[in-house]
């Protein structure tokens, strides 16, 4: 009886996996689905700027930004007029956010610093680009977390450097879940890095 039993638990666990995991292929399957709308206009804005090689990390900021979805989906409202949410066009947005992007990649090679960095300030701003040159020339996690605590967020306005809850599993793994009041996403550069994977991953999909 005892046999059976554990049997029993072993299938059902079994059976909840399968199920979780065919969720969560389905749930990207359909952000990756909504993502690649944009490939024509994102092929063309990155040629457009020179950065052709980079169409596909485009498309995960996007992932990442927005899931594809809304009048915004590269969140670029703030670099174009420092105010969030005034974009309200898909197009605009694209071509706006592909532009950003591109002044972050050419500024990061001309600093000589890595591409995870122009990627990091996509989120922090440009500034994080000459931060990362005069500490070591390449962004990492405890990099960005410093930026993000002792710059980005006392100069809007955190000068108590509070916290909130930030549920990710980087975060978790990291710093048992948490990100700064106005100090941006230290976690940025590598949410992005993991959903270009899928993008490249998933390509000849769609």
């Known amino acids: 009886m005892k046999k059976k039993s554990k049997q029993f638990i072993v299938r059902g666990i079994l059976f909840l996996l ?3 995991v065919s969720a969560i292929g389905y749930r990207n399957y359909q952000i990756l689905k909504q993502v ?3 490939d024509e206009l994102v092929t063309t804005e990155t040629k457009a700027h020179g950065i052709s090689e980079y169409r596909d990390l485009a498309l995960s900021i996007i992932y990442t ?8 989906p590269m969140q670029s409202s703030e670099s174009l007029t420092n105010t969030a949410g005034t974009i309200t066009a898909s197009e605009q947005s694209i071509k706006q956010g592909v532009l950003f992007l591109a002044k972050a990649i050419k500024q990061a090679k001309e600093a000589d610093v890595d ?7 996509y989120n922090f701003g440009l500034d994080y680009i000459s931060y990362v040159k005069e ?4 962004t990492t996690v405890e990099l960005a977390e410093t930026y993000s605590r002792d710059v980005l967020s006392p100069k809007l306005g955190n000068e108590e450097q509070t916290k909130y809850r930030y549920y ?3 975060s978790f793994i990291y710093n048992g879940g948490y990100l700064y009041h106005n100090g941006g996403n230290m976690f940025y550069a590598d949410l ?5 994977y899928k993008i490249q ?3 000849i999909f769609f």
């Not at 930004?65 to 915004?72: A, T, V």
């Open 201 to 203: 991953w998933t390509t």
């Open 36 to 38: 690649h709308t944009f």
């Open 65 to 72: 930004e927005s899931k594809g979805l809304g009048n915004d």
């Open 168 to 170: 990710a599993w980087r």
């Open 18 to 20: 399968v199920i979780s």
């Open 135 to 138: 500490n070591g020339g390449k």
């Open 115 to 121: 591409i995870w960095t122009a990627v990091q300030a």
């Open 192 to 196: 992005v890095q993991w959903n270009l």
